[in-house]
């Protein structure tokens, strides 16, 4: 089994935490999660923009399981991070993208999106 490397499993646990119901209902930590001009092509169809009012009904609370999580450097700043969710509320499977950066000594998420699939 290959060793995963430090920075995917900071990533990993960053991403879990965005499927957190305690993280997706407060402000404070989405804002510390999420870069300034943070935008997601939700697997909605909708897109969101953190510089949108953010409010506790804006994520929602969700039941999903994270797997196949990767990430692929782009520069020593920058990765994409890649992984299925099962949405265990509406059955449904999607593959997400994330593009994270590292800006003034912390991770944060600055675009994701999810494409619906079929199982």
Known sequence: MEKKS??????????NKLLASEIR??????TNLLADNFFEFGSSGKVLYKDE??????LGI??????????????????LATYRIYNEVNKQHSLRSSIWKFVDGQWKMHFH???KISG
């Open 53 to 58: 009012e953010i409010s506790e009904t804006t």
């Open 25 to 30: 209902t407060s402000k404070e930590e989405l």
């Open 6 to 15: 430090a920075l995917e499993k900071l990533l990993f646990q960053l991403e």
């Open 113 to 115: 999106q999810g494409t």
């Open 62 to 79: 969700v039941q999903m399981t994270m797997s196949d999580f990767e990430i692929h450097l782009l520069s020593e700043e920058i990765v």
